[in-house]
């Protein structure tokens, strides 16, 4: 098995780096995320939040690897995790459902206030490869060489929602709104059946971040 | 890419995550009072009404879709296998929690 582990301290507060947490697919440090679905969610009694996603990866097959074991290069991934607002913790668990027999992965993710209104993550990754065929140790070193080269860019996204929705709170706005495209309602929905409040036509975004972002969903994009 | 694993069911995600999201923001940041304990089961209980007001249709509706999606795709098994390897751990208690 191959371990890995990394704390990081975000200076903002807690809440709303769960909340970027949780909105960070879409981003575009994430294009090999290729769909996200929320499949099961609860309340606990204790007043949690408990949810599971279903979520679909594109992955690279190492030229290495004999590729009449993998099928396709997508993987299917659960993410299971539980919001505790009063004790301000985030535990999310991130396992790949496919592909065991090559490796299993599982990533546990923390996200606790600290003292000083800062958020401490805490990420730990286990990585196990039964395969066998003298490729398991390769094929472990593999995967968390991979996941230690893309821990930095997956904290590059959930930066980057971080300073959207600091953008966006600066604005004035009604209930609900906020200028990320996934929080608004798409032009493409006909009616949502939920009568939630609606600001009537959104201010001017921040440039910056926000017009990368913005650029980067422009409807001539194929994905 | 905010997409749904299936595309006819996307609008509906796209629906409820607007609607899910914006109650979400208030979820993280309880009101003061209800931080006391013995507030905590009511407020939760207020919470959790609302989410369901708001945001119970919609939530039906996409959960059937990504379901039958689910079917359609062969996901199942491989689902309900992870279910039973790593059921989902009953929450801790609160007195498991660190004060900040």
Redesign the interface.
Known sequence: MKFFSQSFLYDDNWPIVSLAYFLRYPNPYASHVLSCDVISREHTPSGTLLTTRLILKRGNVPRWFPKQFVSRAESWLVEESEVDPFGKVVKCRTRNLDNLKIMRVEELVEFRQTEANKTLQHTEVRIVSGFGWGLTKRIENYGINKFKANVQRSREGVHLILELLRQSRLQPMGLGGTPIPHLLPAAHVNSPSVPHERRDEASDPPKGAWSRFRSWFSPSSSR | ?????SPE?T?L??????????W??G????AVS??QTAD??A??KA??EE?EL??G???Q???AC??KA?KDNG?EP??QQ?REE?P?AT?P??SE??K?
């Open positions: 890419m905010a997409s749904s694993l069911c609008p995600k796209t629906s409820y995550d607007v609607c899910f999201n914006s979400f923001e979820y993280l940041e309880p209800a931080l905590r089961a407020y939760a919470n959790a989410y708001k945001c249709k919609i939530w509706e996409y959960k990504v379901h689910i996901l491989v689902l992870a790593h989902l929450p208690s609160s929690h660190r900040a």
